[in-house]
């Protein structure tokens, strides 16, 4: 059935399902069942995004409690950048080559995991090293999920609600981000009436947040057991590509797919250090308190995530992702020319990034699938 894990149906005698529920719970070519394990694919994602910002939100108290500079601030996001310029392309190489994508996603997941508690200890230790280095591994298992996130996408969705579905798994992201925003300064102040050490009340605050990679950890181990139903009962293994995967492929990759790669980069380029920095931007050129900015900020992340699953079933229906992605780089300037060179109401230049966000993610994202064979996916999503 078209949209399912993408294989013919092969039940076994000792496997039959009942009729009534064939196409909607119980079997993995069933709608009913491929949006159960969307719910899970969803929430893989929601634990690393949600701690991904923790600096951005509480980015006031992580200088003054810790006394760093704004250059040893910033080191916190760039520790988790420069080193996924190539962990990315290995970690998409290992998914496709050594790993699997259900053993993947759970090493993945579970350095994510180690690396935000290693922050918040580094934290609590007010040792900047140490927070680093939980940054490093974050960022390591963070992006790399990210990689393996859309494998299943495209695993259980190709040909069919492709684009609303890499809409949802944006959208359930980014509530983990505007989530993030919204509670972080309010979890901080309540830890700080009844802890007297600021440093600690930081540490604990961090430790707080790092309950939603426990929580993406579990989607990701019960995705696992569902997947390998799914292949054990459409009998995937036996007719999936049997080429195997080199770390050299990448040269024979089309021009569209680098195309494709030169405007996620770009385009990444005017949204994440703008959200980075975004407390401090709003603060200083709005007169905002730490609140509002964060609130201002997290705007983005909930418009995109309000939005990419409704651009995603337009771009489903029209299958205009090219023009969509278009749409979304001229709003995308817009926005940046309202919010730095004037002074209008800052929430017209939030929503217009938002939704040009949204929009691009939608649209961008199922491309590669379209250009990529299967079997490369993990490395193509990796670059």
């Known amino acids: ?127 900047l090293w140490f927070m680093l280095i939980g940054r490093f591994v974050f960022g390591i298992g963070a992006e790399s999920l990210a990689v393996a996130q859309n494998n299943y996408a495209v695993l259980w969705f190709k040909g069919k609600e492709l684009n609303m579905v890499f809409g949802l798994q944006l959208s359930f992201a980014r509530v983990g981000s505007t989530v993030n925003f919204w509670v972080m300064e309010p979890i901080y102040k309540w830890i700080n009436q009844g802890v007297s050490d600021i440093v600690h009340v930081l540490g604990y605050a961090l430790f707080i947040a790092s309950a939603t990679c426990l929580l993406s950890m579990l989607c990701s181990l019960i995705l696992g057991v569902m997947d390998k139903r799914a292949e054990r009962l459409t009998r995937r293994a036996e007719v999936q590509n049997s080429e195997i995967v080199k770390i050299t492929d990448v040269k024979d990759f089309k021009l569209t797919f680098w195309l494709v790669t030169l405007v996620c980069v770009t385009y990444y380029v005017a949204i994440f250090p703008f959200i980075t920095v975004g407390q401090e931007f709003f603060k200083d050129r709005f007169n905002m308190n730490d609140e509002n900015a ?12 309000v939005g990419s699953p409704l651009t995603g079933l337009l771009i489903d229906k029209t299958g205009l992702n090219v023009f969509w992605i278009l749409v979304s780089v001229v709003l995308t300037v817009i926005s940046h020319v309202l919010l730095g060179f004037t002074y209008v109401n800052p929430f017209v230049g939030v929503s217009l990034l938002g939704i040009a966000y949204s929009g691009l993610a939608s649209g961008l994202w199922p491309l590669v699938a379209l250009i990529i064979p299967e079997y490369q996916l993990g490395t193509a999503y990796g670059v």
């Open 1 to 127: 059935m078209e949209g399912g894990p993408n294989i013919q149906v092969s039940v076994r005698d000792d496997e039959t399902i009942c009729d009534k529920c064939y196409f909607t719970c119980c079997h993995p070519n069933g709608k009913g069942h491929r949006f159960i394990a969307l719910v899970f694919m969803c929430f893989l994602g929601f634990g690393s995004y949600f701690c991904y910002d923790n600096p951005s939100a509480l980015q006031g108290h992580v200088k003054s409690d810790l006394n760093i500079t704004e250059k040893e601030y910033t080191a916190l996001y760039s520790v988790y950048s420069w080193p996924n310029v190539i962990m990315c392309f290995i970690g998409g190489f290992l998914l496709d080559r050594i790993f699997g994508i259900r053993a993947g996603t759970n090493i993945f997941m579970g350095l994510t995991f180690l690396g935000q508690i290693m922050f918040a200890f580094g934290t609590l230790w007010k040792q």
């Open 294 to 305: 964060d609130r201002i900020s997290s705007l983005i992340y909930l418009i995109s995530g």
